[in-house]
């Protein structure tokens, strides 16, 4: 298994172009989610779906949008990027059960840069 | 609402010495609480995880972690440190769901 893999590792964009973030996982997991990682915040739930045509909004989704059309795929689009972007972004991904807890799986992350 | 504080940004020590990370939280549910790992330019591993079972709870690589209800805390400690612990540690809360709450982030580094 391949796990959660995340393309690109690194991306520079200019304030305003839009770019999609890629995710996939092989382990046929039912949630996925997106965090972004900035010093000294820990990491914060911008987007989570628990299954194929389900989505729903974390803890920072301004500025991002997603869509879940395939169990295996999860991309993050940014719309028009702003500085306030520049980050890491992990994918992660775990079964889903209810009133249950399970370890999160995550990618290697994406760094991007917003000029 | 949940949330967790890491009391210490950053811990040094010296190789073979103990390690001590501490972590508070609050929650108004029953939570369950995990430890991840990350090493330099790299993704976030699971080193251990509390979901209401045993107290002390074991994790990879010599760390363990005890919930202490009383004082709402899942402090992390491994005996002796190895200079591959070497990493940012995260405390992460949820309660029963698959929303995860993360500390801000305590860096570890290991005197030779």
């Known amino acids: 298994n391949a796990g959660v893999t995340q393309t690109p590792k690194f991306q520079v964009l200019k304030t305003g172009q839009s770019m999609t973030l890629q995710c996939a996982q092989d382990m046929n997991h039912e949630y996925m989610s997106w965090y972004r990682q900035d010093p000294g915040m820990g990491l914060r739930l911008i987007h989570y779906?628990?299954?194929?045509?389900?989505?729903d909004q974390g803890e920072v989704p301004n500025g991002y949008n997603v869509s879940r059309s395939t169990t295996e795929d999860f991309p993050l689009r940014l719309l028009s990027a702003a500085p306030s972007q520049t980050s890491v972004y992990f994918c992660?991904?775990?079964?889903?059960?209810?009133?249950?807890?399970?370890?999160?799986?995550f990618g290697p992350g994406t760094r991007l840069t917003v000029l | 609402a949940q949330s967790v504080t890491q009391l210490d940004s950053h811990v040094s020590v010296s190789e073979g010495t103990p390690v001590l990370l501490r972590c508070n939280y609050s929650s108004s549910y029953s939570p369950s609480l995990f430890w991840y790992v990350q090493h330099p330019n790299k993704g976030l591993q699971l080193l251990l995880k509390?979901?209401?079972?045993?107290?002390l709870v074991k994790g990879i690589n010599g760390f363990e972690a005890e919930f202490k209800k009383s004082e709402t805390s899942f402090h992390l400690t491994k005996p002796s440190a190895h200079m591959s612990d070497a990493a940012e540690y995260f405390c992460?809360?949820?309660?029963?769901?698959?929303?995860?709450?993360f500390g801000a982030g305590t860096t570890v580094t290991v005197r030779a």
């Open positions: 992660a991904s775990s079964y889903y059960a209810r009133g249950g807890v399970n370890e999160q799986f």
């Open positions: 509390y979901t209401s079972a045993a107290t």
């Open positions: 779906s628990v299954g194929a045509g389900i989505t």
């Open positions: 992460v809360v949820t309660f029963n769901d698959y929303k995860l709450s």
